[in-house]
């Protein structure tokens, strides 16, 4: 669809015959914010043109929501220029302002330029790699804090520095992820405005959600507070993932401890699965248990590395034994370093803020042995 008219349809029959039917499509929608928004999810327009007879406010605010919610879909306003209303538009991110009486072939051009600009600004927001199945590397584990999100927030900055914007991070640890936090990322859009937005999201709309890391990748991450995650459901897992693993090359997802409802969904597109576990007899039995559970769920067609973290930790326990108690042989072993702590606290990549430690060649090992090479890799220690 072009085009999707906004407000009361005194000047329809005016734009409609400025704009034919044979060359556009022009759709009507009523005067409220969400019914823009419903209107957008069903007719997916180019260009929202904001009628004349919409009281300036309301049109103020639908402007905001479309930026907001719908950055790809160009929005022109129909009211009489003044100076006020125009610094006004461009706050709202509206293209263009033209004078609601203005004649059928100045609707035109201006209704052809917008229609152009949207054109540009929908490939600008379609991906390098459209149609792409992505690797989708789901990072797993039965127990909190032993380096899931270490693993998963490195590892796709290794991966986007390689690799250019073809990575996505995906927060699924919905009430405390800390994607964010480990990667100095303010995102403006969460999960939150996925489950929130009407439209559920498409190859074009996807993109707005995310959040830009300076290294090039893109982060979907968790709402700032567990409050927050009502209305987020695994169905939105699934489906949001599966998109951008259309859409990217790799996508990385960190997930809550356990294998909630949640997890499962999130897992539901993976192709490889990182399971991450220290050096603890208890954590190394869960993980056992956690595998088990994992192939009872049918969910055995991702390829399987387990991370063994903390490796170089004496605590009266060998590598040896953990594999075995595991049943798995590390594809890594990560050192425990000080490094890590200290760029999660400062919001970096261990790649960046020790790019020669023994844990950040650590990385590069894991990030070749899960992208580049077959799975029957065995680990190597580097510290
Ligand atoms: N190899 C390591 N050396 C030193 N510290 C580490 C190492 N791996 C993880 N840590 C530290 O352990 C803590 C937990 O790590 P992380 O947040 O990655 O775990 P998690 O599994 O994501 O936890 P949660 O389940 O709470 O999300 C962090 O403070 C991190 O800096
Ligand atoms: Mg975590």
């Given at each position: 669809m072009s085009f999707l008219l906004a407000g009361p349809g005194a000047h329809e029959r005016r734009i409609r015959s400025a704009l034919p039917s044979d060359q556009?499509?022009?759709?009507?929608?009523?005067?409220?914010s969400s019914e823009v928004m419903e209107g957008i999810a069903n007719h997916d327009p180019l260009v929202v043109i904001l009628g004349p007879d919409l009281d300036k406010e309301t049109a103020f605010g639908i402007a905001d929501t479309i930026d907001l919610r719908h950055p790809e879909v160009v929005v022109v306003l129909m009211a009489q220029p003044t100076d006020e209303i125009f610094s006004r538009a461009a706050r709202s991110g509206i293209r263009e302002v033209i004078a609601g009486d203005s004649n059928e072939e100045l609707l035109r051009?201006?209704?052809?330029?917008?229609?152009?600009?949207?054109r540009r600004r929908r490939n600008k927001f379609v991906s390098a790699v459209p149609n792409a199945t992505g690797r989708v590397l789901a990072v797993l584990a039965p127990k909190g804090g032993v380096?899931?999100?270490?693993?998963?927030?490195?590892?796709?900055?290794?991966?986007?520095q390689q690799d250019g914007e073809r990575t996505v991070i995906v927060d699924c640890d919905l009430l405390f992820g800390?994607?964010?936090?480990a990667l100095l990322l303010n995102p403006e859009q969460t999960w939150y405005d996925?489950?929130?937005?009407?439209?559920?999201?498409n190859s074009t709309t996807v993109k707005a959600f995310l959040t830009s890391h300076s290294s090039g990748l893109y982060a979907l991450c968790a709402p700032e507070s567990p409050l927050k995650t009502e209305g987020i459901s695994p169905r939105h897992l699934e489906d949001t993932i599966g998109l951008l693993a259309q859409e990217f090359a790799n996508v990385v997802v960190d997930t809550?401890?356990?294998?909630?409802?949640?997890?499962?969904?999130?897992?539901k597109h993976a192709t490889d699965i990182a399971l991450v576990c220290g050096s603890e007899r208890a954590g190394a039995e869960s993980l056992r248990r956690y595998i088990s559970a994992l192939d009872e769920l049918g969910i055995t067609e991702a390829r399987r590395f387990f991370v063994l973290n903390r490796a170089d930790?004496?605590?009266?326990?060998?590598?040896?034994?953990?594999?075995?108690?595991v049943g798995m042989e590390p594809s890594v072993l990560l050192p425990s370093d000080r490094v890590v702590p200290?760029?999660?606290?400062?919001?970096?990549?261990?790649?960046?803020?020790?790019?020669?430690?023994?844990i950040a060649k650590a990385f590069r090992q894991l990030a070749e042995v899960v992208f580049d090479e077959p799975t029957d890799r065995y680990a190597r220690y580097i510290s």
């Open positions: 556009y499509q022009v759709a009507l929608c009523p005067t409220t051009t201006s209704a052809a330029a917008a229609l152009e600009a949207a380096g899931k999100t270490t693993v998963s927030t490195n590892l796709a900055v290794g991966l986007a800390d994607v964010s936090t996925i489950a929130q937005s009407l439209a559920v999201p809550a401890a356990g294998l909630d409802i949640n997890t499962i969904a999130a897992i930790a004496k605590v009266g326990i060998t590598n040896g034994e953990i594999a075995e108690i200290l760029a999660m606290n400062q919001g970096l990549p261990i790649q960046t803020l020790a790019p020669r430690s023994g």
